[in-house]
């Protein structure tokens, strides 16, 4: 279950991912958030620099490799806008972070994308469970993930 904190740091990711979005990034923005509910890290997708994977979940795991214990890591929690693609799911799962929490789905995501016409990833589409089969994992969150999908709506009506 997310509570009311938790859904503040989900509104902070789907901010996040408004800024990636206004500057010309793809909407995706997360927050990772310690135990005691402290944020630690927060970071929005920078693709734009023509580096795919700058990702902000990719960028989580890193931050947390280098900066917290392994009893740390497995009790954080990672706040996100969308579902880790696996390439992130794969990193959070080998630097043995805790829970994550997303707004919108892998799934959400690939319909709302073919929707609007925007040719596949050539990364395979995975949940994070296939990819980390023992972790905890919530959402969608309704209503949130709307607007969710009005950014990604923007980002490719341009
Ligand atoms: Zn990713």
């Known amino acids: 279950m997310v509570n009311g904190s938790e859904m ?4 902070r990711c789907v901010e996040l991912a408004k800024e990636a979005l ?8 997360s927050i990772l958030v310690a135990a005691d ?3 630690l890290f927060e970071d929005r ?3 734009s620099s023509g580096d795919q994977t700058r990702h902000p979940e990719f960028e989580i795991a890193r931050w947390a490799a280098a900066n917290m214990t392994v009893e740390e890591r497995a009790v954080a929690t990672v706040f996100t ?3 880790h693609c696996p390439m992130c799911a794969a990193a959070h799962g080998w630097v043995g972070l805790g829970r ?10 690939s319909t709302w994308l073919a ?3 925007v040719p596949a990833s050539p990364v395979q589409n995975l949940s994070i469970q296939q990819v980390v089969p023992n972790l905890v994992v919530e959402g969608p969150i309704a209503n949130l993930d709307k607007q969710v999908h009005d950014l990604h709506r923007r980002f490719y009506r341009k």
């Not at 503040?8 to 509104?11: F, I, K, N, P």
């Open 8 to 11: 503040q740091h989900l509104r």
């Open 22 to 29: 206004e500057a010309g990034d793809q909407p995706f923005g």
């Open 37 to 39: 509910g402290a944020v």
């Open 45 to 47: 997708n920078r693709v």
């Open 81 to 83: 806008s969308g579902e």
């Open 100 to 109: 994550i929490v997303y707004v919108s789905s892998c799934e959400q995501l």
């Open 115 to 117: 929707d609007l016409g």
